[in-house]
């Protein structure tokens, strides 16, 4: 189960001249680079990623600014898909280096990451706000001086033992939540899709607010 998961959302990028152009949306997703942490909890934003690039065929393949990037187009959209490759809690060194680079309006970033205060197999979308205490956030946070960037929250849950919070985000999914992951970031890449095309109230009113059985229905998503 956990060779199909890595083959289903691969990390490896290559070397490449950085490339400048008129990018609308910066998506970002966060996690740790390496093998050893590929399918954990806290890498949730990498696998949204992997799952939007598929979809959207933008390979994450170029190498800079201390991230894999790749460019492309969602619709009309153009848009940045990035995986910054520092650790969790300097993931901002890389995203102000892109911020600058392609001159991204903070309202126009979408960072997708993971939720311990949300339940498993729930997403929630925000515009703005504080960190709750994530870390990939909280450097972003402070590295941009702005928190009015899109948030994508993808629930991981609790630990049972509320002391074990950092042990828990490192650990690699349960196998029973391993075989659901690919049908939550379908959930989440189409939410990210109605971001960049339709904006986020119209998003919210659609993710944050129908009942799960009800976007089954609609979507095939999946999300309490």
Excluded: W
């Excluded at 994530?134 to 001086?145: E, F, Q, R, T």
């Amino acid at each position: 189960m956990e060779r199909r998961l890595r083959d289903a959302f691969p990390v490896k990028c290559k070397t490449s001249t950085p490339l400048r152009g008129d990018c609308l949306k910066l998506i970002i997703g966060l996690g740790n680079p390496g093998l050893k942490y590929q399918t954990t909890r806290h890498n949730s934003g990498f696998f949204a990623v992997d799952e939007i690039a598929a979809s959207h065929n933008i390979p994450v393949q170029l190498k800079g600014f201390d991230a894999c990037y790749g460019k492309g187009r969602i619709g009309d959209i153009p848009i940045l898909l990035v995986k910054p490759m520092t650790f969790m809690n300097i993931s901002g060194y890389a995203v102000k280096k892109i911020v600058d680079y392609f001159k991204i309006d903070i309202p126009d970033m979408i960072v997708i990451h993971d939720d311990i205060d949300l339940p498993f197999r729930t997403i929630r979308l925000k515009a703005g706000g504080g960190h709750a205490g994530h870390k990939g956030l909280i450097s972003i946070i402070d590295s941009l001086v702005n928190p009015e960037f899109i948030r994508v929250r993808i629930g991981i849950g609790r630990p049972f033992d509320k002391l074990a919070v950092e042990r828990y985000v490192l650990e690699q999914f349960a196998e029973d939540e391993m075989r659901l992951l690919p049908e939550i970031m379908k959930t989440v890449g189409d939410a990210v899709t109605m971001i960049a095309t339709s904006g986020i109230q119209a998003a919210m009113n659609l993710y944050n607010e129908k009942p799960a059985n009800q976007l089954d229905n609609e979507n095939d998503a999946i999300l309490r």
